[in-house]
């Protein structure tokens, strides 16, 4: 058995040889060129479409024994006019593609196709699913549609689509009560499997994503069973197929749906009906309309296609009742030419394309030295380029394609309405017109709707009805938000205060927890051992360098200023445990001047001996007196100096804006974080900007001094340190700024700990090293050898 005849499609394919004819009768299209064509039937069938396709583009002689041509080479096609199918179309994009022959399609709607990385010679006048599938979802939002069955053929076409609805539904609020697919071929088992799933969902209102043949299996399903609930929405693709309705108008009546745009085609409807019982004799998609139409068979008919057994014993055909006139089918019915309108567009558009081609002047043309295309020798990829381009007037209406080949999407809101004499009324109640913009896309025209089974108003659709005043909404667990409970508001509801919030049954207030980086969680224990261990480190270098104070590493090295540095270092390290604990005033205000502080006498007792070791170097000279001028106590005093400037900017601080802690409830409803607040950023980052330029001063007070000839030269390791310094609180700024909580408070201390371990660990390491390993370097000579 073979494919279904479709009376539809054999008037697509006379509407392209109607348009054909009609470009070589006119004078201002084309004047000096005639057109021609092939058309081969796809079955929509992939193997036969690329089959097809093939003989199409190789051009093999005619091997058909009545035919004149016989022998004799045919050229070969430049641009193909289909497939209606969009699976079938990507097959033979994808077979074609090194051929880079244009493909023009009249009815492939999937969003896919639009790929131009995949498929760059696809065109078409059908617009893209994303288009369609907006105004579906619009249209659901406009009926409070939000609990919709989804269902598709399975098929390129149908994934792509139900995937952009999905995601376009989604954005309304509106849920897939399921979403099957089915095979083309619908099996008992498979329609059993989609009858079960539709009758075991409350959703009345099903987007169906096919064909009109495999939507017939279905509807048979469904009358056999009486579900005759449903409010079917249509996709493009069966949205005006009038050959559903006489079997199944119970059904589809009040069906809506988006169709493509409309137009009557003056001359089309006399070119089909001329000369039909003629070609029936000629042509083998004549023959089989009429004996489809008929219900009979043609002596010598050349029909080759049996559709089922009843066919094999047709009847002869009686001639002398078989008028033209008397042919009424979806073949010659002009009333919908929405696809045949694509394919005359289609056709119009090749033909324009070649008219912009031979208008094209020598030395100015699109290509590589201004060349032109031949007209009478067409290169596929040249005839590409000028339909790209091509932009002309059709009935009345401006057509043009976007940058993936796409036109201007325009869809009519078609309603199934059943007429006065029992046939199908296709009526048009909206429209959906991308080039208006927002909200104006699509507009509905309510009254005019007739709705299954003669309802005054659109079905409901939803998972949940609304609640009430008084109730409230409880999602379900597991299901989709579409989906939920309505529950009674308490009697004495009330909003919960700024520290309270609502327990889980909703019912009354309780506290919310309170966060701080407390001594007793685990961050503020390892922190505060990091503090403590720190501290001990420090203590014992003390104790190495008061127990070695006499020995020339400890003295060579600034002896004084060492043990003040390690003392403030000290100092760092216990100022980071004021960050650990609950926020008070007090401790807010201590915290900060301790640490900006402390860190200005490290830096202040580091910036003193580098330029100790700076002096000492240039007293070596003959007549030199420098050092006279910064002796021990000038170094004491270039400390506290530094120092009392940060002193000032602590007490400016203090007594302006001072840091305050506050319990805040922004970041977190469940919890309220205990925290301090700066009072003033200018203060604390003034602060640290203080830090910074002393730094800036040790580092290049240091980095000029590092190759100072001397066994045992301080100013290096005093650069590491500063590098160090540098590496962690550049970093600390962004980390800082981007945390909040305890999180930001951890990220101070491990700041201070990080640059305290550093200037410990360069400056006073290598001395220990020396004191505790190396006692043989640690004698006066030693460190006197210049290297």
Same mark, same amino acid.
């Given at each position: 058995m073979?494919?279904?005849?479709?009376?539809?499609?054999l008037?697509?394919?006379?509407?392209?040889?109607?348009?054909?004819?009609?470009?070589?009768?006119?004078?201002?299209?084309?004047?000096r060129l005639?057109?021609?064509?092939?058309?081969?039937?796809?079955?929509?069938?992939?193997?036969v479409?690329?089959?097809?396709?093939l003989?199409?583009v190789? $051009?093999?002689?005619?091997?058909?024994?009545?035919?004149?041509?016989r022998?004799?080479?045919r050229?070969?096609?430049p641009?193909?006019?289909?497939?209606a199918?969009?699976?079938? =179309?990507?097959?033979?994009?994808?077979?074609?593609g090194?051929?880079?022959?244009?493909?023009?399609?009249?009815?492939?709607?999937?969003?896919?196709?639009?790929?131009?990385?995949?498929?760059?010679?696809?065109?078409?006048?059908?617009?893209?699913?994303a288009?369609?599938?907006?105004?579906?979802a619009?249209?659901i939002?406009?009926?409070?549609?939000?609990?919709?069955?989804?269902?598709?053929?399975?098929?390129?076409?149908?994934?792509?689509?139900?995937?952009?609805?999905?995601?376009e539904?989604?954005?309304?609020?509106?849920?897939?009560?399921?979403?099957?697919?089915?095979?083309?071929?619908?099996s008992?088992?498979s329609?059993?499997?989609?009858?079960?799933?539709?009758?075991?969902?409350?959703?009345?209102?099903i987007?169906?994503?096919?064909?009109?043949?495999?939507?017939?299996?279905?509807?048979?399903?469904?009358?056999?069973?009486?579900?005759?609930?449903?409010?079917?929405?249509?996709?493009?693709?069966?949205?005006?197929?009038?050959?559903?309705?006489?079997?199944?108008?119970?059904?589809l009546?009040?069906t809506?749906?988006?169709?493509?745009?409309?137009?009557?085609?003056p001359?089309?409807q006399?070119?089909?009906?001329? $000369?039909?019982?003629?070609r029936?004799?000629? =042509?083998?998609?004549f023959?089989?309309?009429?004996?489809?139409?008929?219900?009979?068979?043609?002596?010598?008919?050349?029909?080759?296609?049996?559709?089922?057994?009843?066919?094999?014993?047709?009847?002869?055909?009686?001639?002398?009742?078989?008028?033209p006139?008397?042919?009424?089918?979806?073949?010659?019915?002009?009333?919908?030419?929405?696809?045949?309108?694509?394919?005359?567009?289609?056709?119009?558009?090749?033909?324009?394309?070649?008219?912009?081609?031979?208008?094209?002047?020598?030395?100015?043309?699109?290509?590589?030295?201004?060349?032109?295309a031949d007209p009478?020798?067409?290169?596929?990829?040249?005839?590409?380029h000028?339909?790209?381009?091509?932009?002309?007037?059709?009935?009345?209406?401006?057509?043009?394609?976007?940058?993936?080949?796409?036109?201007?999407? =325009?869809?009519?809101?078609?309603?199934?309405?059943?007429?006065?004499?029992g046939?199908?009324?296709?009526?048009?109640?909206?429209?959906?017109?991308?080039?208006?913009?927002?909200?104006?896309?699509?507009?509905?025209n309510?009254?005019?709707?007739?709705?299954h089974?003669?309802?005054?108003?659109?079905?409901?659709s939803?998972?949940?009805?609304?609640?009430?005043?008084?109730?409230?909404?409880a999602?379900?667990?597991?299901?989709?938000?579409?989906?939920?409970?309505?529950?009674?508001?308490?009697?004495?509801?009330?909003?919960?205060?700024?520290?309270t919030?609502?327990?889980?049954?909703?019912?009354?207030?309780?506290?919310?927890?309170?966060?701080?980086?407390?001594?007793?969680?685990?961050?503020?224990?390892?922190?505060?051992?990091?503090?403590?261990?720190?501290?001990?480190?420090?203590?014992?270098?003390f104790?190495?360098?008061?127990?070695?104070?006499?020995?020339?590493?400890?003295?060579?090295?600034?002896?004084?200023?060492?043990?003040?540095l390690?003392?403030?270092?000290?100092?760092?390290?216990?100022?980071?445990?004021?960050?650990?604990?609950?926020?008070?005033?007090w401790?807010?205000?201590i915290?900060?001047?301790?640490?900006?502080?402390?860190?200005?006498?490290?830096?202040?007792?580091i910036?003193?001996k580098?330029?100790?070791?700076?002096?000492?170097?240039?007293?070596?000279?003959?007549?030199?007196?420098?050092?006279?001028?910064?002796?021990?106590?000038?170094?004491?005093?270039?400390?506290?100096?530094?120092?009392?400037?940060?002193?000032?900017?602590?007490?400016?601080?203090?007594?302006t804006r001072?840091?305050l802690?506050?319990?805040?409830t922004?970041?977190?409803?469940?919890?309220?974080?205990?925290?301090?607040?700066?009072?003033?950023?200018?203060?604390?980052?003034?602060?640290?900007g203080?830090?910074?330029?002393?730094?800036?001063?040790?580092?290049?007070?240091?980095?000029?001094?590092?190759k100072l000839?001397?066994?045992?030269?301080?100013?290096?390791?005093?650069?590491?340190?500063?590098l160090?310094?540098?590496a962690?609180?550049?970093?600390?700024?962004?980390v800082?700024?981007?945390?909040?909580?305890?999180?930001m408070?951890?990220?101070?201390?491990?700041?201070?700990?990080?640059?305290?371990?550093?200037?410990?660990?360069?400056?006073?390491?290598?001395?220990?090293?020396?004191?505790?390993l190396?006692?043989?370097?640690?004698?006066?000579?030693?460190?006197?050898?210049?290297k």
């Amino acid at each position: 058995m073979s494919a279904p005849f479709s009376a539809r499609a054999l008037r697509w394919t006379q509407t392209m040889a109607f348009a054909i004819e009609e470009i070589n009768q006119r004078r201002d299209l084309l004047p000096r060129l005639k057109l021609g064509y092939h058309i081969r039937d796809s079955c929509d069938d992939i193997p036969v479409s690329l089959r097809s396709s093939l003989l199409l583009v190789s $051009g093999p002689p005619d091997l058909n024994a009545n035919s004149a041509c016989r022998g004799v080479p045919r050229p070969v096609s430049p641009v193909i006019i289909g497939d209606a199918a969009s699976g079938v =179309s990507m097959a033979i994009l994808r077979t074609l593609g090194s051929f880079g022959i244009p493909l023009v399609s009249y009815f492939a709607s999937c969003n896919c196709l639009s790929n131009k990385k995949e498929f760059p010679t696809f065109m078409r006048t059908m617009p893209s699913d994303a288009f369609q599938i907006k105004a579906i979802a619009k249209l659901i939002r406009y009926f409070h549609w939000t609990w919709v069955g989804v269902i598709g053929v399975e098929s390129d076409y149908a994934r792509f689509a139900i995937q952009l609805f999905l995601e376009e539904s989604s954005k309304y609020g509106a849920c897939a009560a399921y979403v099957h697919f089915y095979p083309v071929l619908l099996s008992k088992e498979s329609i059993a499997d989609l009858m079960q799933t539709i009758r075991g969902s409350t959703a009345k209102v099903i987007l169906n994503f096919s064909g009109e043949s495999e939507l017939q299996t279905i509807l048979t399903e469904c009358r056999r069973q009486n579900m005759t609930h449903i409010q079917w929405i249509a996709s493009e693709a069966w949205a005006t197929a009038k050959s559903l309705w006489g079997e199944f108008q119970g059904l589809l009546t009040g069906t809506l749906g988006f169709a493509i745009r409309k137009a009557e085609i003056p001359g089309l409807q006399g070119f089909l009906t001329r $000369g039909l019982l003629v070609r029936a004799h000629q =042509s083998p998609f004549f023959a089989e309309l009429w004996e489809e139409t008929f219900n009979c068979k043609l002596n010598v008919s050349l029909n080759r296609h049996v559709h089922s057994d009843a066919a094999l014993s047709r009847r002869p055909c009686a001639e002398e009742e078989e008028a033209p006139e008397a042919v009424r089918s979806d073949y010659s019915d002009v009333s919908q030419l929405r696809v045949s309108y694509n394919v005359y567009k289609a056709v119009y558009l090749v033909a324009q394309a070649l008219h912009d081609m031979s208008g094209c002047t020598r030395g100015a043309g699109p290509f590589e030295n201004g060349t032109c295309a031949d007209p009478e020798n067409v290169l596929p990829w040249q005839l590409l380029h000028y339909m790209k381009q091509a932009s002309f007037n059709m009935l009345g209406e401006q057509v043009s394609f976007d940058k993936n080949g796409d036109p201007i999407a =325009s869809y009519d809101l078609m309603n199934w309405q059943k007429g006065p004499d029992g046939s199908l009324q296709l009526v048009k109640v909206g429209f959906y017109d991308t080039s208006l913009g927002g909200e104006k896309e699509l507009v509905i025209n309510d009254t005019a709707i007739w709705w299954h089974w003669g309802q005054q108003g659109p079905p409901a659709s939803v998972c949940s009805a609304s609640c009430t005043p008084g109730s409230r909404k409880a999602t379900r667990k597991g299901e989709p938000i579409c989906c939920f409970d309505c529950l009674p508001y308490s009697l004495d509801c009330r909003r919960c205060s700024v520290e309270t919030w609502p327990n889980e049954a909703q019912d009354h207030c309780v506290p919310k927890t309170t966060e701080f980086l407390s001594y007793h969680g685990s961050m503020g224990i390892v922190l505060c051992t990091c503090s403590l261990f720190g501290l001990f480190v420090t203590m014992a270098i003390f104790g190495v360098f008061v127990a070695y104070r006499t020995t020339p590493v400890v003295r060579g090295n600034n002896m004084e200023l060492s043990f003040l540095l390690l003392i403030f270092l000290s100092v760092c390290f216990l100022s980071g445990l004021t960050f650990i604990g609950e926020p008070t005033d007090w401790l807010c205000r201590i915290r900060y001047t301790t640490f900006g502080i402390s860190f200005s006498l490290c830096i202040s007792c580091i910036l003193a001996k580098t330029v100790v070791v700076l002096m000492a170097f240039r007293a070596t000279l003959p007549d030199s007196r420098v050092m006279r001028w910064f002796g021990p106590a000038q170094q004491r005093a270039s400390v506290f100096l530094c120092t009392c400037i940060q002193i000032v900017i602590c007490l400016i601080w203090l007594t302006t804006r001072p840091p305050l802690a506050v319990r805040n409830t922004r970041h977190h409803s469940s919890r309220i974080i205990l925290e301090c607040v700066v009072g003033s950023d200018v203060g604390f980052w003034s602060v640290l900007g203080y830090i910074g330029l002393l730094a800036c001063l040790c580092f290049l007070l240091a980095f000029l001094a590092r190759k100072l000839p001397d066994n045992f030269n301080e100013a290096k390791f005093i650069t590491f340190s500063m590098l160090i310094f540098f590496a962690v609180w550049i970093t600390f700024i962004p980390v800082y700024i981007s945390t909040s909580g305890q999180y930001m408070v951890a990220v101070h201390i491990f700041a201070i700990l990080a640059s305290a371990f550093g200037i410990l660990l360069c400056i006073f390491a290598p001395k220990c090293y020396i004191v505790l390993l190396k006692p043989e370097k640690n004698t006066k000579k030693q460190m006197m050898l210049k290297k």
